[in-house]
C-alpha cells in the first residue's frame, strides 16, 4: 500500500515522470513492488493519471475503481425503474 503522506516519487509519476529508487523509503513504488515480489506477494496500486509508468515500475494490478462507478449507475437504473412502477417523476 503506498502511504498517504506526500511523496516526492510519487509527485513525479503523478507528472508523468519515472521514478527514482530511493532505496530506504517504503512509499516509492519501486520499493514496494520490489518488496512484495520478494516474498511472493502481488504488487498492486489505485488508479493513477499515470497507469502506463505503474506497469513499468512492475505492479501487477492497478484498481481502477470501477466498482463505485457500476454502484452509481446501478443506483440510478433502479430509482428510475421505480419511479416508473409507482408513477412519480424521476
Not at 515522470?17 to 515480489?37: E, M
Amino acid at each position: 500500500m503506498i502511504s498517504a503522506r506526500k511523496s516526492r516519487v510519487l509527485e513525479n509519476m503523478r507528472k508523468g515522470k519515472k521514478s527514482l529508487c530511493c532505496k530506504s523509503n517504503l512509499s516509492c513504488p519501486r520499493c514496494i513492488v520490489k518488496t512484495a515480489h520478494k516474498y511472493g506477494k502481488f504488487a498492486g496500486t489505485v488508479s493513477v493519471p499515470s497507469m502506463k509508468i505503474c506497469y513499468e515500475e512492475g505492479f501487477d494490478f492497478i484498481n481502477c475503481g470501477a466498482d463505485v462507478l457500476a454502484i452509481g449507475e446501478n443506483c440510478k437504473s433502479i430509482r428510475k425503474m421505480y419511479c416508473e412502477t409507482v408513477g412519480i417523476s424521476n
